[in-house]
Nanobody, 121 residues
Framework: QVQLVESGGGLVQAGGSLRLSCAAS????????MGWYRQAPGKQRELVAT???????NYADSVKGRFTISRDNAKITVNLQMNSLKPEDTAVYYC???????????????WGQGTQVTVSS
């Protein structure tokens, strides 16, 4: 059974930093794109950042220059370094991983349970 477990959320003042981490466990054949999404109260879930298996990254315009996504393929982890945090970054953050569980199987997106990030003004 595959699980994604996030850590690192919390409460921080505006201008501060947090680092989110997400570790995948289980029987995994290959790992494709990994990423982070967030959902603020009353809003739709939105993309924050993604990183491919080759290391190519993509960011939402709202976080460019402030957030950095990285991954460790050996440890099957994805991280999100968040700097210069703003109150509008307050949300539940979810990690995702597109995983192939067997050589002949397809790739499916798995989600973590979410971690709360609250930025006070």
């Amino acid at each position: 059974q595959v699980q994604l477990v996030e850590s690192g959320g919390g409460l921080v003042q505006a201008g501060g930093s947090l680092r989110l981490s997400c570790a995948a466990s289980g029987s995994i054949f290959s790992i494709n794109t990994m990423g982070w999404y967030r959902q603020a109260p009353g809003k739709q879930r939105e993309l924050v950042a993604t990183i491919t298996s080759g290391g190519s990254t993509n960011y939402a315009d709202s976080v460019k220059g402030r957030f950095t996504i990285s991954r460790d393929n050996a440890k099957i982890t994805v991280n999100l370094q968040m700097n210069s945090l703003k109150p509008e970054d307050t949300a539940v953050y979810y990690c995702t991983a597109d995983l192939q569980l067997s050589r002949i199987g397809g790739s499916y997106r798995y989600w973590g349970q979410g971690t709360q990030v609250t930025v006070s003004s």
